[in-house]
């Protein structure tokens, strides 16, 4: 019996050679290992793109200690071969984790609380500097160009512009992962009505199907969302420090990992805010929004659209410092800022159109403090 596409796609995903051209995000290494396998190239591309999704180091683990993690991260009631060399991150328990994930979750657990910790490890491990916005799943990815809209059919499908691009049957994981670089963005519309604006530089995990007392979605960045309404099913966004919870409404969730502050910000309707390290919660009402830092939690009323304007292509500032400013361009348009000076003190008001170039962008900001800047490929270099 010849071997099957999930097979082929463990070969690859374990091939100590494809590991280290991935690590090394080496195209002309992929092009001589690809003609060593002909007629393989999706599978070996696809296996590729998910090992650059993860954070991949080699390492020996003991049968002892796999079996110890094994058990206490699930209780299956068969076990699929584990071999030595694991995808690796910080533990050995993630590293199976990962190891489960990128078997398109072929095993069942009935404890939720433990999948949402799953999924947030998953969800940290994945790689957002990957140029295109794409959708995987276990065994295929489907790149979306122009920032056009996804939209879950009915069956947990995917298609763009009531085009089918990849059919239920065809997805063999419980989760998809949503990635969207910086410099992207794009839009997706669940089937349950509720729609999600997806800013640059987020990445998000969503069922294949909503559970029937529940939606969960797992989001690191920033969305806008506008949730349908459903009393018997709320809605969950679940983050690394940040649990929102509504039945139906308008709000934002900025939740980079990478950031020291993350908020909530209610646009319409009601959302319940608990800040999980803190062991904080607050309940929101419209132009209210829920600021966490360093473990302190402050709720107080904002102008909510200057937190939501980005998803208009607009950037609505309120005195805010040019440091904040400049970091949310450089993701918006895929550079990086160097400045020769301290920046905390210097505080704008005013509107920038994001989709105009960055240069009219830079012109309008510098209006305000004058400086000069000179540009080196994606390095921006600002002088006051």
Request: hydrophobic share 40%; glycine share 4%.
């Amino acid at each position: 019996m010849g071997k099957t596409a999930e097979d082929m796609m463990e070969q690859f995903l374990f091939h100590a050679e494809l590991m280290a051209i991935a690590k090394e995000n080496n195209e002309e290494k992929l092009a001589t290992f690809l003609d060593r396998h002909p007629g393989q190239e999706q599978v070996i591309r696809q296996a590729f793109l998910l090992l650059q999704n993860l954070k991949i180091e080699e390492e020996e683990v003991s049968e002892q200690l796999i079996e110890a993690d094994y058990q206490r991260l699930r209780k299956q009631t068969s076990r699929t071969k584990i071999r030595k060399m694991y995808l690796w991150i910080a533990s050995p328990a993630a590293c199976i984790l990962l190891v489960l994930f990128s078997l398109w979750f072929k095993k069942t657990t009935s404890d939720s609380s433990a999948i949402r910790k799953d999924v947030l490890i998953l969800l940290d491990s994945m790689n957002v500097d990957t140029g295109s916005v794409y959708l995987a799943n276990g065994q295929s990815q489907v790149y979306i160009t122009d920032e056009k809209t996804i939209q879950q059919t009915a069956e947990g499908g995917i298609a763009i512009h009531d085009q089918d691009l990849l059919q239920s049957a065809d997805i063999k994981s419980d989760f998809l992962q949503l990635v969207v670089p910086r410099g992207k963005r794009t839009t997706i519309n669940f089937n349950d009505g509720t729609r999600v604006w997806v800013n640059s530089g987020t990445k998000l995990i969503y069922p294949k199907k909503f559970a029937s007392d529940t939606r969960d979605i797992f989001v690191d960045g920033e969305v806008y969302l506008e949730v349908a309404k459903d009393t018997n099913r709320p809605f969950f966004v679940h983050t690394k420090h940040i649990d929102v919870r509504v039945l139906g409404t308008k709000f934002n969730v900025n939740a980079y990992s990478s950031e020291e502050e993350m908020s909530v910000v209610l646009a319409e309707g009601s959302v319940d805010v608990l800040a999980k390290d803190a062991q904080k919660s607050g309940i929101l009402k419209p132009s209210q929004g829920f600021f966490i830092k360093n473990d302190e939690v402050k709720i107080h009323a904002v102008d909510a659209y200057a937190y939501i304007s980005w998803k208009d292509n607009v950037m609505k500032i309120n005195r805010q410092p040019l440091h904040i400013i400049l970091n949310r361009l450089s993701r918006h348009y895929a550079v990086k800022f160097h400045v020769d000076k301290d920046l905390s003190n210097e505080r704008y008001t005013g509107t920038l159109k994001l989709n105009e170039s960055l240069d009219k962008v830079l012109n309008s900001l510098s209006f305000s403090t004058a400086f000069t800047y000179v540009r080196e490929g994606d390095d921006i270099y600002l002088k006051f």
